[in-house]
């Protein structure tokens, strides 16, 4: 873990904190908003220098930022502070899949991004430890690396190349077993990927009227969106919202 929080620590000061401007990215801070409560608890794990939680912490909610890099925790307290939201966000140095709190006090806990540094084991006991952590009606929201993607490779060889271990996916049937085993409900699943993986390719960068087209804009899926509908086996990563069910 700490070649991981090392890696991490080095890309703090430029790790980008807006969120997003494709679709594909625009997607997940679309569903943190539509599936934050009102009022409180909330988790962001793996929460970098805030992406995510910086946005959220406009609304009257109790942000764990949770992050193993020392750094991204750091950058992240000093852009709220210069937004003046200064204590509204606690940071927490950790990892998963061993957390240092306890108990089914979350409302929501998102993890994006994340969960494809753990080998697939890990991942399994994380997706368990964060179930357990959501109180009854709570939601878990994730995104899962395709097994069968062409970008797993990519990034496996980036991730390999810089000391880290390398990144690791699940099939579709099983990122679905993986939540409900952990008693959760599945509330949607959506592919993401399956064509805009194609952009890695070398010199393809250089157009970036295909890569918007491919991958969108903030408000308007791309092609992406509609292949990786049509085949979401193939997806780069699901984002996967679940939610634990009300006690009876
Ligand atoms: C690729 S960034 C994603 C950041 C953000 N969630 C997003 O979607 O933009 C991955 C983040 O996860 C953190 N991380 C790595 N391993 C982790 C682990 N085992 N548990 C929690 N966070 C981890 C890293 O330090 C880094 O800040």
Known sequence: MSQTAAHF?????EYPTHIGTDYIQAR?????????????????????????????AARP??????????QMLAQLCRLADTRDQDGTILPCAAALPALPMTGATFDLIYCF??????????????????AGLLRPGG????DIAGSRSLAIRYWHRHYRRRGLSGVFGHSAPRTREMLEQNGLKIISIEAHGVLSQ??????????????????????RPGW?????????????RWYVVARRPETV
């Open 224 to 236: 992406d969106a509609v292949i990786s509908c049509r085949l979401p086996a193939l997806a780069e």
């Open 61 to 70: 909610l109790d942000i764990v930022a949770i992050d193993p890099s020392q």
């Open 113 to 130: 991004s994340t969960l494809l540094l753990l080998s697939p084991q890990d991942q399994e006991a994380a997706l368990a430890e964060m």
């Open 139 to 142: 939601s878990l929201i994730v």
């Open 28 to 56: 997940k801070w679309a569903l943190v908003d539509a599936h934050a409560p009102g009022t409180g608890r909330v988790a962001d794990i793996g929460a970098a220098t805030g992406r995510h939680a910086l946005a959220l």
């Open 198 to 219: 194609f952009l890695l390719a070398p010199g393809l960068q250089r157009f970036p009227g295909l890569i918007r087209r491919v991958r969108g804009s903030e408000t």
């Open 9 to 13: 620590d080095r890309e703090a000061a």
